[in-house]
């Protein structure tokens, strides 16, 4: 039998997925910052995605990345001992990032919310 006359349809393009180290969710590479760990042990914000190095993947969330910092997780990921200076530099960073906004309830969880209020008044 002969194929019908006309193009193929084209394969819808790859997305590479990452994590994000803090909470856990899967995003699109472009849509995480990647920190690296450079070949001479210095750690970065690699904001190209480019850099040579071990990487990790965070959120620009602010949560995420004061959890981040707080904990031991990036010296973990990375395999590295973050220096004063370097720590300072991913500081500065993190103080430019937006705060988070407050996501407004949905009808359900405002309803349950009231009925909780309710119950521990009686």
Do not use: F
């Amino acid at each position: 039998m002969a194929k019908a006359a006309g193009k193929q349809p084209k394969r819808p393009k790859h997305v590479p997925l990452r994590t994000c180290i803090s909470c856990r969710e899967t995003k699109s590479k472009r849509e995480l910052l990647r920190v690296v760990r450079t070949p001479d042990g210095h750690v970065l914000i690699d904001a190209t995605g480019k850099k040579s190095g071990r990487g990790a993947y965070l959120c620009a969330r602010l949560s995420c990345w004061k959890q981040v910092m707080k904990s031991k997780r990036l010296e973990r990921e990375l395999d590295v001992t973050i220096s004063e200076e370097d720590r300072a530099q991913l500081d500065e960073y993190v103080a430019t990032l937006p705060p988070e906004e407050v996501t407004p309830l949905t009808t359900q969880e405002a309803k349950s919310a009231t009925s909780r209020k309710k119950v521990a008044e009686s």
